[in-house]
């Protein structure tokens, strides 16, 4: 009789395993199949909330929410930035970062780094120029250089055949852009600084064709 018991008790010991572990699966089934849309949307959400603030509230609502918190209006608000911005843009006119009429682009909103220094290289350094001085380095005419890229041949093949170092052809390359820039400088229309820039990338200025400005170009 004991024996049966025991047997008894641990075939309801294996049947209690089987259920528990069959509803396990059951309830794991049913979470996956009906909160399934639940959790890829809230997946979803959490890169929004790791976001921030910035994206949840629009830019009226984040200013009327700071002026709150300063006990101030929003114009208030408002003509205090431009206060501040016009004394940094006067500052950095001061310490000969900007030039006045870069600072008066900017107070108006209306300066693009890119635009600027394209229309800056467009006015100082043209393509026709550095074609013209590349041509006289090399003892060419201007058609006669136009012709030899048209051809295909690449600068350092052109001045192999002339007998010209490249170096040479780089060297009247970078007098030309220095003087460039300096009359620049003397125009107003960039800082000695911004000047000493443009000369540390001064490859992005000889390629015509390639963006107007250095990796910090975007500085102004």
Known sequence: MNKMSKLLGALALVVGVLIVGVTAVALAQDSTSADGGALTAVSG???????GIER????????????????????????????????????????????????????????????????LRQEYLPKETVDAVIADALSLTVDDLTAA????????????????????????????????????VADGRITQAQADDILSHQGDWLRPNQRPFGPRGGRP
Request: hydrophobic content about 45%.
């Open 56 to 119: 949840l509230f629009t830019p009226q609502e984040k200013d009327a929410a700071l002026a709150d918190a300063l006990d101030i209006s929003v114009d208030e608000l408002d003509a205090a930035r431009q206060t501040a911005r016009e004394t940094l843009l006067a500052q950095a006119v001061a310490d000969g970062s900007i030039t006045q009429a870069q600072a008066d682009e900017m107070a108006d909103g209306n300066f693009s780094p890119r635009r600027y220094l394209g229309d």
């Open 149 to 184: 890229r048209d051809a295909g041949q690449r600068l350092p093949e052109i001045a192999d055949q002339q007998g010209v170092d490249l170096s040479a052809v780089q060297a009247a390359l970078q007098t030309a852009l220095a003087d460039a820039l300096q009359q620049a």
């Open 45 to 51: 959400f959490a890169p929004r909330l790791r976001q």
